[in-house]
Every structure is written in structure tokens, then in C-alpha cells.
């Protein structure tokens, strides 16, 4: 893995020199390639869950800042966030598989936890969180390697320069998840590697019938890498280790390769429309291509030695590992009766082979399109065509194994064995042994229908698009929602965006508004009703407003309750019919005062009734005096008369 | 440490009273003497913070041994003799550190230091804008170093005041009802933490150690132990009434200062009025004191109930983290999203803390210091942008990376710390604070995880609007961040990138503390 990893990148960077010449920000881009290297390094030397987990999301970041190169473009950052939000949600699973496996064994490295597993230790003693723990660290995989159901941001990443396309999205970023799986697979229980193996079985399928129906080559080429991690992780999930990695090497060298191609002939579309004036012609669709084989000799050869590798033809290392891989899928379905397994995997082997051709035929065989556009076409530089050249050799079986028909006497075999399993013997999946006797047995077969599948749908290309006996066109036009379907990748995008991302939205403003109505509503309310009792609610009663009804509602609520626990508190058990009368007045009295005490508030209610008593006390006493002093008449007649009736009450009250 | 006689906690607790009351004797006109003399009282505070942290003995424990306690000065300060009803009052002016409060008196130094810089350009009133900063540092400071709760709660209380009136008459157009909001709301807190401490007060003796009679006291660390608790007092005893009461008053009282949803409402309107360096003095330091609180004195004081109520603390950590992600996500302002950032930020704190164990207490203590530096940054980079706009709504900007390349480059780091990115400080202490809670929580924390997912939306998302795309022709003319800006930027962004690579340097710092917190509380009865 880690050769892989060192191959890629320098041939990356050797290519982007060539490639990105002339770019405005030259020197970033090297630097967060070198970022993205150490990174993936990282995941691959790293011993334990937690390092391994770091790297993991610094190859994230990497990546977001590398699809983001051209962020100008708004489709360029919108694939950077997508690629960067879609890999965190597999993260997560991740990491909460890591917080399971640290809880119980309160270590983060592979081996001590691999060990004490053996040992009978398993997440909170149950075979069920063992299985969680496998499935949700295989989330993170989910997420890298872009599968099903997270494998949207792929594609989008396109938008990245070409050879971040070689190096993060065919040969290294997306490999690491592969390399996951791998690396934890000793933990996998049966169920776990039965999910691991229908999740890659969905992928590859999903990705192969979308890869069809595109026109823009490194759309197609990107569809063609999903389904290739499919078919790696299905290898992986049915027990078929070595041979899933060894797919891992061997794709990633051939796809690195088929990329950089892909970007070989970009550029020269690009030159050359740049030239021609034209700013109209996409120089990615493969429908304005064609013929390009006469003008870009090693561009076309390098690439056709790649598709026939992808494609499983034999001699080429693709073939070697594809074959195990479908071997391994039969002996799976021989082991536990899962056809559908291999069934998928061959239909999707056919597939693989019809779409790659369709791409070689359609950019390099057949006629060109635009003679002015088609003169200004040249061969890449050196920079760029030797990388292709050292992918293409690499894509020989001889690499690999020295008999090409059968990988498992070369050196990734006896480099790579299977792991033991840890996993306790009751959930565990089939054994090495027993596995390894029914791939021997399902060998030949699967090299048979592999050859034949393969063979088909390289016919099927040429029979369509080099010979024109089927037109593509009226296909595609009879099987209108069909290809419509699969041209706009199966509507997953609009699936997401209508619900998970509008949902999430939508949630949000509604935390908004609750946030500020409610929540916040509740602290302003406070605060006015408390302002209120100073100042009374009649303010607020003359605006014929909603909240003028609110008020006159909760403050007569609330007056009639204070009124209620007074008037009913008070009334003893067993009372007169007066005394009933009495304390219900009492309590319309302390009803009727509590409104009034909020109606006026209690500024007012100090304003008018407390100071309004003073003033009360005041006047009477003032008036007390007016009519005393009509008294003092200064007559002794009158001052004797007063004196008289004086004595006469005294004598009255005493008698 | 000693400096003229006078132990180091004093020096920089008051270091910044002594540069306000220069600045007070400064003509108005020299305003650039001003702005120099609280540089040079905030520095040498940050010296001073600096010489701590080499000083500081990472074996001893702290929390509630005086022993363990490092750098104490202990004085008699209030001393009332023959008062009707309980006979004397007696209060200690009491500072020490421990390792729960050495990273917190950094963190105060180092924001101190940089919000003066970054209030360099304060329209109007400067004198009285200084004077105000450098009270306000006093009070902060004075909350993380005393030991004696009715100390603790006088410098509680001298944070509010100069906190009114830096939102109130330096804030933007709706500052006054911020202001009011952030002060009541705040003081209805403080009456709560006040009634709790009288409680305590009435609870708690301790020998004289003249006399031998025993007194009541307000010594914190007299009250973290059960045995001092006088029988048939009102909080005597385990799990009572009245324990109950006390122990929700306090939370209540600290959870409005974290803010803990539901009392958070008034954050998002301070930050938002607030002028920029308030704003980062406001999330940077004022905030981790709600939960410094809890570590401080709820927990150890209350260990039963600390047990008892954890599941509950747990569960308004997640509401914060989730919530206020959610929250963040439909902002159009951008101060306003960060505020909100923040409190789901202090959830992963509160869930940390609720786990009661050592990785969760050492991920909150180091996710306070994080979250302050981080969210400083934040702050400091929306007002770099609304200093030139004048304005802060998202989709106002667009294209900053082309024309605002430096500005641009240090707000990436800001936000991918703020998203837990590995390699930045951020992550470790989410890490750890998930680890940790994971072991007590799993179900809480498996839903807590969300929030690291909504936090990497919203933050992308924001990151995508105003600094991706075309450039927007009405901000072309932009100039980038200059270097002053820069110098309130950089250092934070060295400590947020040196801790994300080397926790060790803050985490050794606070082990033996935390550890032996986790001691106290687990050995807490439980009920």
C-alpha cells in the first residue's frame, strides 16, 4: 500500500508539473499535495485507531482543499464541501466505532485489541456490538471509498484538476478505505463482512449502469473507480482478502493511468480550443472527441493497454486480479447460498469492459469532429506522457505474478496473506481453509465466465459505437426514463438535497425560530411582564393587537386564580351559607384586585390607590376643616350654644 | 514567587487596576499613551502567566488540599467580631492554582492581551473603553485565582459591571437592550450563586485556629469537605432538601454564564452588539467561567448530587451541541453564527464534564481553552471583515480568498480548528471529551456525534459564501488584513496549531488536578 502510495504521488507530481503550468496559485497546489502524501502515509504507517484516525481526516481536509483548487468556479467549491461533508458523516461512524472499541479495551492499537478479542474480550460481551463496531469502522470506508450510500461526492470532485483526480480519487484517498477494511478485518464478524460485501456489490452496480449513460470522460472514468471500489470491497466483505487488495494495486496503477490520460487528452482539447477561439466546446465530453489516435500515439496506446486491464482481458494485471476476486465471490455463494453475489459481479464485469471501449472508441478511433479544432491537437509533453508510460507497463501481469492466469503464486499472494479471524468462533465467517478449497474449486469456472462476460461486452461496444449496427442514440431513446435515470446518476443527488439537505435546513430554521420566538420569547416576556406589574397592562390594551388578546387573557387568568386559592382557600370545611356568600365575595374582591393591580400595574396602583389613600386623608381632613371653619362665627351666642349641647351629650352619654 | 513582597496571583490578578487607574491620569488628548499603557499592564501580565506556567508543579493536586494548592497567599481580610444571631464574620483573602485553574489564568492573560490590540481603533471614549477593559481583566482574573467563595464572588460580580457598560456604550445600534439583557439576566445568576453561598456559609465551620471555637467560614476548600459540615445546619447531611435546592440554584446561577440552553438567549445578542475585542473577551473567557464554576465549586461541594444530576447535565450538553449547530446553520449574520458555534462548542465542555472521568474532565478542561482561543480567532476575523464592510451578513461577501489572500488563509485555520479538524487544537479536546463520555453515555454521546457532522456543514458552508466563489464587485477594492490585525491573529493561531500537535504541553499542566477531582466526586456517596 505504501508503494502504491509513493508510486502515484511522484508520478502525480512529475505530471502536474506539466499539467498545472501556468496556474494562479502554482505553489499552493504543490504544497497541499504534499499535505495530501503525508497524509495517506499517515493512514497507512499509523498502528492504531486513533492516529489512523487523524490521518484519515487530514486526507479529508486534503482533499477538500485540493477539489477546491479552482474555487472561483461555484461548482468547484460546492464539490470540495460536498466531498468534505459526505466523508465526515462516514467519519463519524468511524469514530463512534473507535469510542466502542477504546471503551472496551481502552487502547487504540490494531494488535493489543486484535489480541485481546482473541483472547474472548468482545464490546460490553456482545457478539451484536462486535458486529456495530466492525459495520460502524467500516462507515468510515463507506465514506472514502465511496460507496453506496455515500458515494455522491465522488464524482463532483471531478472538478478538481486532473491529476488531483489520479491521485486522490482513483489510486490513494479512495483506496484507503480498502486498505480499512483490510487492515481491520480480523475484527469483522460474518454479519459485518456480509454487509461489507452487499454494500460493494450495490456500489459497483449502482456505478457501473451510471458510468454507461455519461458523456464527460472523467465523469465516466470516476463512475468506473466507484464500481472498481465496489468490487474491491465486495472482495473483501466475501473473504476473498488478498485478492480484494491485490485489485486495490492493480486498479490503482491502471486507473492512476487512465486518468492522467484522461487529463493527457483534456489538455490537448483544451490547447486546442483555446487555440480555435472556441469557449463554447466542453473539452471533457467524449462526444466532441474522436480520431484523437493519429495525433496522440502514446496518449492512445498507453490508454488502451489500461482499458483492456480494467476490462480483465488476460495478460494484463487486471485480469489477475479481477479473476480472484469473482473466484472468490463464487466460493462465498458456494459457502453460504448468496448467488446474487457473484451473479452482480459478473453482469457488472460486462459492464465494465462495454463502457471502457465505448470511451476508447468514441475519444480515439472513428472520425474527428472539427478539422480546425482536430489540426491544433498535439501530444502531451514529456512530463505528462512518461507517467503514462511507467502506469502502462505496470499494468502487465508480469509484475505481479509470473503465470498469467493465476495470481496466487505471485508475490502479492505470499506477501499478503489472510489474516486469522479474533472474532469469536460462533460469528465468525467461513474459515481460511475451507474458503481457499472452494475458490480452488470455482477457479476455472469463474475464469470462463470472466473471459466471456468481458469478451462480451467488448463486442458490444465495438458492434455499437465503431460499426454503428445498434445506434446508441435510439436506444437511449427507447429506454428514455431508463437512460435518463442513469444519465442523471440514479437522481441520487436530488434524492440527498430534497431530503437530507433540505431537511437539516429546514430543522435549522426551525431551531431559528424557535430560538428567537420561544426560547427568546420567553426571556422578553419576562422581562415585559415584569415591566408590566410596574407599569400595568393598560398600555398595552389599547393597541387592538393579538398580543393585547394575550394579555387580557393571561392577565384575567391569572387574576381569576389568585381570586379562586384565596376565596376557596380561606372557606373552612364546614361553613354557613353566609359564610359561603362571604368568602366568595371575598374572592371576586381579590380577583377583581389583582386585575386591577396589573391593569394599572404597580406603578399605578402606587399612583392611584396608595398615594390616591394619602391624598384621600388629606382632602378629608381638609374638608373636615372647611366645614369646621364655618363654625367659628366669632359670636359668644354661638360658641354658648355649642357649649350647651356639649354638656348635653356628655350628660346623654353618662347617665 | 514574590515580587516587592507581593505573591505573584496578586501582581496579575491587580496588575490591570493599576494600568486603569494610570490611565485615568492621562490627559485625553494622548490617547496613543492610553492604548500603550494597557499593552504594557496586560503584557506583563501575560509575562507573568507565562513564568506561572514554567513555575507551576504538575505533580501536586489541588482542587481541595490547601497543600496541593500552589502560589497561595492567604490573609485575613473581613473580620467582624460579636454580630447578633452567628458572632463573627470572618473572610480570607485566599488565591491559589491548581491545575483546574492554571490553564484558565493563561488563557485570561493571553485574550486580555490581545483584545487590547484589537480594541485599537475604538472611536470614541477611549479613556473610559481602557479603563473599563483592564476592570474587567481584574475580575476575571480574580474569579480563576481565589479560594474563598466570598472573594470569588465579589470578583464575579466586578465583571458584570464594566461587561454593562463595554456592550453598553461602545456596542453597535441595539446595544442598550444587549446590555440590559446581558446584566439582568446575568445578575438573576449571581443572585442565585449568592444564596447558595449564604447557605453554605451557615453550614460550614472550622476551627479558629487561635482560639479553637469553631466559626463559619467561606473558605471553598473548607466546604469541599463533608466533615466540616456543622450537623443540623441547612446543608448538612447527603442527598437532602435542601442539598437539591442549593445544587440547582448554583447550576442555574452557572449555566446562564456557560449559557446552557435554555438561558442562552442572551449571548447571541451581546456578541452581536458588542464591540470586537468584547466579543472575544465574551466567548474567550467570560463563558468558561460558568463552567469553571461547576468544576470549581458545584462538583466537589456536592459530589452525591454531581453523581446524581450527571445523566442530566449530559443531556443538556447534547441539546447545546446539537442545537446550537442548528442554530448557527440558519444565521445570516456571521457574528451571530459564531455566537452560536460557541454554545454548542460549550456543549462537548459540558459533556466532558458530565462524564466523570478523567478523559472527559481533561478533554472540557482543555476544550475551555480551546474553545476560547478558537473562538477568539472567530471573532477577531468578523471584525476584520465588518471593520471594512460594515456589515455581517453572509451573502454580502463571496470571492475574499482572491482579493483578501492573508485574511483568508489565517480564517482557515480558525475554521478548521473550530470543526475539530486532527493537526488543530480543536480536535483533541472533542476527542477526549467524546471519549470520555462515550464510556459513561453511550447513547447521549453516540447523538452528540451529529453535532460534528452540522458543525463541519455550517462551518464550510460559511466558509464557502463569503470567501469562495467570484468575487463580489462591491468588495474589490478590500484591503487585506494588515499588521496589527495580524498580531491579535497569529499568536492564537500558534497555540491553537502547537496544542493540536502537542496537547502534552497544557494537558500535563492539569492531569494530577483533574484526576484527583474525578477522585472526589466519584468518591462522592452516591445516591
Not at chain 1, 459 to 475: E, G, S
Not at chain 2, 272 to 282: F, K, N, Q, Y
Request: charged share 10%; net charge neutral; with cysteine.
Amino acid at each position: 500500500m505504501m508503494l502504491v502510495v509513493y508510486i502515484v504521488s511522484a508520478f502525480v507530481h512529475l505530471f502536474s508539473i506539466g499539467y498545472m503550468h501556468g496556474d494562479v496559485r502554482y505553489g499552493r497546489y504543490f504544497a497541499f499535495l504534499g499535505v495530501f502524501t503525508f497524509s495517506m502515509l499517515g493512514i497507512v504507517v499509523t498502528n492504531n485507531f486513533f492516529m489512523m484516525y487523524v490521518a484519515w481526516e487530514l486526507v479529508g481536509l486534503s482533499s477538500y482543499l485540493l477539489i477546491g483548487h479552482w474555487f472561483e468556479r461555484q461548482s468547484a467549491s460546492d464539490a470540495a464541501k460536498k466531498a468534505f461533508i459526505v466523508n465526515r458523516i462516514g467519519d463519524v461512524g468511524m469514530f463512534i466505532g473507535i469510542l466502542i472499541l477504546y471503551t472496551t479495551f481502552h487502547t487504540f492499537t490494531f494488535e493489543t485489541i486484535f489480541e485481546s478479542m482473541k483472547a474472548g474480550v468482545i464490546p460490553f460481551g456482545s457478539e451484536a456490538w462486535l458486529t456495530a463496531a466492525g459495520i460502524l469502522v467500516f462507515c468510515g470506508a463507506i465514506g472514502k471509498s465511496a460507496q453506496f450510500p455515500l458515494h455522491v461526492w465522488l464524482p463532483d470532485a471531478m472538478e478538481g484538476p486532473t491529476p488531483v483526480s489520479a491521485l486522490i480519487h482513483a489510486a490513494t484517498m479512495v483506496a484507503a478505505g480498502v486498505y480499512l477494511i483490510a487492515r481491520t478485518f480480523p475484527m469483522m464478524t460474518a454479519d459485518a463482512l456480509m454487509v461489507i460485501a452487499i454494500i460493494g456489490a450495490i456500489t459497483a452496480f449502482i456505478a457501473a449502469t451510471i458510468a454507461i449513460a455519461q458523456n464527460d470522460i472523467k465523469k465516466v472514468l470516476a463512475y468506473s473507480t466507484i464500481s472498481q471500489l465496489g468490487y474491491m470491497v465486495m472482495g473483501l466483505g466475501v473473504g476473498a482478502f488478498t485478492a480484494g487488495f491485490f485489485h486495490l494495486t492493480t486498479h490503482a496503477m491502471f486507473k492512476a493511468g487512465l486518468f492522467l490520460g484522461s487529463g493527457s487528452v483534456i489538455h490537448a482539447m483544451h490547447h486546442a480550443l483555446h487555440h480555435s477561439g472556441d469557449r463554447k466546446t466542453d473539452a471533457q465530453d467524449i462526444r466532441n472527441m474522436g480520431g484523437l489516435k493519429s495525433k496522440m500515439p502514446l496518449t492512445f496506446w498507453t490508454f488502451v493497454m489500461f482499458t483492456l486491464a480494467i476490462s480483465g482481458v488476460p495478460f494484463t494485471s487486471g485480469f489477475l486480479s479481477k479473476d480472484e476476486i469473482l473466484a472468490g465471490t463464487l466460493a462465498y455463494a458456494n459457502l453460504t447460498g448468496r448467488w446474487y453475489i457473484p451473479v452482480i459481479g459478473f453482469f457488472v464485469a460486462g459492464l465494465t469492459a462495454f463502457y471502457m471501449f465505448r470511451v476508447v472508441i468514441l475519444t480515439f478511433l472513428g472520425d474527428h469532429k472539427d478539422n480546425h479544432r482536430y489540426d491544433a491537437i498535439h501530444e502531451s509533453p514529456k512530463t505528462m506522457t512518461i507517467p503514462l508510460i511507467v502506469f502502462a507497463i505496470l499494468s502487465f501481469f508480469a509484475f505481479f505474478s509470473l503465470n498469467p492466469f493465476s495470481a496466487t503464486s505471485g508475490w502479492v499472494y505470499s506477501a499478503l496473506p489472510r489474516p486469522e479471524s479474533v472474532v469469536p468462533a460462533s460469528v465468525a465467517a467461513a474459515g481460511i481453509e475451507e474458503f481457499e478449497t472452494s475458490v480452488h474449486h470455482s477457479h476455472l469456472l469463474a475464469m470462463v465466465l470472466s473471459l466471456s462476460v468481458a469478451g462480451i461486452g467488448i463486442l458490444m461496444a465495438f458492434v455499437t459505437y465503431y460499426w454503428k449496427k445498434i445506434d446508441a442514440d435510439v436506444v437511449a431513446a427507447k429506454t428514455g426514463p431508463l437512460y435518463r435515470f442513469l444519465l442523471n446518476k440514479w437522481k441520487f443527488d436530488e434524492l440527498y438535497g430534497a431530503t437530507v439537505v433540505a431537511g437539516t435546513v429546514g430543522i435549522a430554521k426551525l431551531a431559528r425560530w424557535f430560538d428567537n420566538r420561544i426560547v427568546d420569547g420567553i426571556v422578553n416576556g419576562v422581562g415585559s411582564w415584569t415591566k408590566g406589574l410596574t407599569l400595568g397592562t393598560k398600555r398595552n390594551w389599547v393597541e387592538n393587537s393579538i398580543s393585547a388578546i394575550f394579555y387580557m387573557i393571561v392577565t384575567a387568568g391569572i387574576s381569576l386564580y389568585v381570586g379562586w386559592v384565596v376565596g376557596f382557600g380561606l372557606l373552612p370545611a364546614e361553613a354557613s351559607l353566609g359564610a359561603i356568600v362571604g368568602y366568595v365575595i371575598l374572592g371576586i374582591a381579590v380577583s377583581g384586585f389583582t386585575f386591577f393591580l396589573f391593569y394599572v400595574g404597580v406603578g399605578g396602583f402606587d399612583n392611584s390607590i396608595v398615594d390616591g389613600l394619602v391624598n384621600a386623608t388629606a382632602y378629608f381632613a381638609g374638608f373636615l376643616g372647611l366645614l369646621t371653619r364655618r363654625l367659628q362665627t366669632g359670636k359668644v351666642q354661638t360658641y354658648l350654644a355649642f357649649a350647651i349641647l356639649g354638656v348635653m351629650i356628655l350628660f346623654l352619654w353618662f347617665r | 514567587m514574590e515580587f516587592l513582597g507581593i505573591g505573584v496571583l496578586s501582581w496579575i490578578t491587580f496588575l490591570p487596576i493599576i494600568g486603569m487607574v494610570l490611565i485615568l491620569f492621562i490627559p485625553k488628548e494622548k490617547q496613543n499613551v492610553m492604548k500603550w499603557t494597557a499593552a504594557a499592564a496586560t503584557f506583563l501580565q501575560l509575562v507573568l502567566a507565562v513564568m506561572i506556567f514554567f513555575h507551576f508543579n504538575k505533580g501536586s493536586l489541588g482542587i481541595n488540599t490547601q497543600e496541593g494548592m500552589q502560589l497561595v497567599e492567604k490573609a485575613s481580610w473581613i473580620d467582624i467580631r460579636g454580630v447578633p444571631w452567628f458572632g463573627r464574620i470572618h473572610v480570607d483573602y485566599f488565591l491559589g492554582i491548581d491545575g483546574l485553574s492554571v490553564p484558565m489564568v493563561i488563557l485570561t492573560a493571553l485574550i486580555s492581551f490581545i483584545a487590547v490590540f484589537a480594541s485599537w481603533n475604538i472611536p470614541k471614549a477611549l479613556k473610559g473603553y481602557m479603563a473599563m477593559l483592564l476592570l474587567l481583566d481584574t475580575g476575571m482574573m480574580g474569579v480563576f485565582v481565589s479560594l474563598d467563595f466570598f472573594l470569588f464572588y465579589v470578583f464575579w460580580e466586578v465583571m458584570l459591571l464594566p461587561m454593562y457598560f463595554l456592550i453598553g456604550i461602545w456596542g453597535g445600534p441595539r446595544r442598550e437592550y444587549a446590555a440590559i439583557k446581558f446584566f439582568l439576566y446575568t445578575l438573576l445568576g449571581s443572585v442565585l450563586i449568592l444564596l447558595a453561598m449564604i447557605a453554605l456559609y451557615f453550614s460550614v465551620t472550622v476551627p479558629d485556629g487561635a482560639t479553637g471555637e469553631r466559626m463559619y467560614t467561606f473558605n471553598m476548600l473548607a466546604m469541599m469537605n463533608p466533615a466540616n459540615f456543622q450537623p443540623g445546619t441547612l446543608l448538612a447531611g447527603v442527598g437532602t432538601y435542601w442539598r437539591h435546592l442549593a445544587y440547582i440554584a448554583l447550576f442555574i446561577g452557572f449555566a446562564i454564564k456557560v449559557p446552557i440552553f435554555p438561558f442562552h438567549t442572551w449571548l447571541p445578542d451581546a456578541h452581536v452588539e458588542a464591540p470586537t475585542a468584547i466579543s472575544v473577551i465574551l466567548a474567550g473567557v467570560l463563558l468558561k467561567m460558568g463552567t469553571y464554576g461547576l468544576l470549581r465549586i458545584s462538583y466537589p461541594m456536592f459530589p452525591e448530587l454531581a453523581n446524581y444530576y450527571s445523566w442530566a447535565l449530559a443531556l443538556v450538553a447534547v441539546i447545546n451541541i446539537i442545537y446550537g449547530a442548528l442554530c448557527a446553520m440558519a444565521q445570516q449574520d456571521f457574528k451571530k453564527l459564531i455566537a452560536y458555534s460557541s454554545i454548542s462548542h460549550m456543549g462537548i465542555v459540558l459533556l466532558g464534564m458530565a462524564a466523570l472521568n478523567t478523559q472527559g474532565m481533561m478533554g472540557a478542561v482543555l476544550q475551555m481553552f480551546n474553545h476560547g482561543t478558537i473562538t477568539a480567532m472567530l471573532f477577531l476575523i468578523v471584525g476584520v471583515i465588518y471593520d471594512r464592510a460594515h456589515t455581517r451578513d453572509l451573502d454580502a461577501f463571496g470571492g475574499l480568498a482572491i482579493t483578501m489572500p492573508k485574511y483568508t488563509g489565517i480564517m482557515t485555520v480558525a475554521f478548521f480548528a473550530a470543526l475539530g479538524l486532527p493537526g488543530l487544537s480543536g480536535f483533541i479536546s472533542e476527542a477526549f471529551s467524546f471519549l470520555g463520555a462515550f464510556q459513561t453515555f453511550r447513547v447521549l454521546t453516540i447523538v452528540a456525534t451529529l453535532g460534528i457532522v452540522l458543525t463541519a456543514a455550517y462551518m464550510l458552508w460559511t466558509l464557502q459564501r463569503v470567501f469562495l466563489g467570484q468575487p463580489n464587485e462591491k468588495w474589490a477594492s478590500l484591503p487585506d488584513i494588515n499588521g496589527r490585525e495580524l498580531f491579535t491573529l497569529v499568536p492564537l493561531a500558534v497555540v491553537v496549531l502547537a496544542l493540536g500537535i502537542y496537547p502534552s504541553l497544557l494537558l500535563d499542566l492539569m492531569t494530577s488536578s483533574l484526576n484527583h477531582l474525578v477522585e472526589v466526586v466519584r468518591s462522592g456517596a452516591v445516591l
